[in-house]
């Protein structure tokens, strides 16, 4: 259930709550060590920064598709999801679904029961077996390239970010340099912004023009706050591990979902068939304007 707008959110557009910064998995809101050298070449003096295994004690699920297989290894760490996802594949809850949301560069999304066998102007990405899991969201779990996390509603109907009992996305990102990463970070910054008292009446001056239509004097706060925040978000930065950075940076992925969905396992087989999926057309819902479904979803180990 994630919204189109889940890139980069422009802090006018936040001051004026036109865009929740944090958004939810709603179509009405857009490995093998060779199989993932042929998704990304290392760039940095040949080291290898791609994350497309997992330890043998990650229970193995294989994903047969209508464009081919794929291979997902689930974290024991995250034990909600993991469980979860294990018992829906032995029930064969997944086999027949579509994929229903793709957004290139950004992930693909499935587990809607409803889209089994959906007319092509159906509206989905709202089923799902009818429970949440609690969140399972840890600093630790970055959403880089191939990261299997769990969809959810929008914050202001689920502050709790619990997620949805059956929708899942791969990611597929992109490579994020230093300047795309301090924009990821802008929302938090914001929301640490916003939450000192000494910023208060900023906030409430930007909220004041977006109500009264002044787009001008909207965008002189904007700027304000944008210079305001630059340390905020130097700070973030500088706090994150060189190792993230550079994996985002050489591998790829979407760290402004970062902190905000369960992240309970990854690709480790079939980035090619991402890529597939990734590539093909889509409507204005983002669903592929061919269906793509999950054959068969099967426990590995």
Not at 243 to 267: E, Q
Request: net charge neutral.
């Amino acid at each position: 259930m994630l919204k189109k707008t889940l890139k980069f959110l422009p802090v006018a557009m936040i001051m004026a709550g036109a865009l929740a910064p944090n958004t939810a998995c709603n179509s009405n809101s857009k490995s093998t060590q060779s199989d993932s050298a042929t998704a990304a070449v290392p760039t940095n003096g040949g080291e290898d920064y791609s994350d497309s295994t997992a330890p043998e004690n990650w229970t193995r699920v294989s994903i047969k598709t209508t464009v081919g297989d794929m291979v997902l290894a689930l974290n024991p760490e995250q034990k909600q999801h993991s469980e979860n996802f294990i018992k829906l594949v032995n029930q064969g809850f997944y086999n027949g679904v579509l994929f229903h949301r793709v957004i290139k560069d950004f992930m693909v999304q499935t587990g809607d029961p409803k889209s089994k066998g959906a007319a092509p102007t159906a509206q989905l990405g709202d089923g799902g077996p009818g429970y949440t899991v609690p969140n399972e969201i840890k600093s630790e779990y970055k959403h880089f390239r191939g990261a299997l996390s769990a969809a959810r509603q929008s914050d202001e109907m689920n502050p709790m970010k619990n997620s949805s009992g059956s929708q899942f996305f791969i990611v597929t990102g992109t490579k994020v340099a230093e300047a795309q990463f301090k924009q990821a970070l802008e929302t938090i910054a914001f929301d640490i912004f916003r939450t000192d008292p000494a910023n208060a009446e900023t906030v409430r001056n930007g909220q004041i023009m977006s109500q009264s239509g002044n787009m001008a004097g909207l965008r002189a706060i904007e700027l304000q706050v944008q210079e305001r925040m630059k340390p905020i978000i130097d700070k973030l930065y500088a706090e994150i591990p060189e190792i993230d950075k550079k994996r985002y940076a050489n591998w790829g992925g979407a760290p402004n979902l970062d902190n905000n969905y369960t992240v309970f396992g990854k690709l480790v087989s079939g980035y090619h068939v991402l890529s597939a999926i990734e590539s093909q057309p889509t409507n204005m819902q983002d669903r592929p304007t061919r269906d793509i479904s999950i054959i068969e979803a099967k426990v590995l180990k």
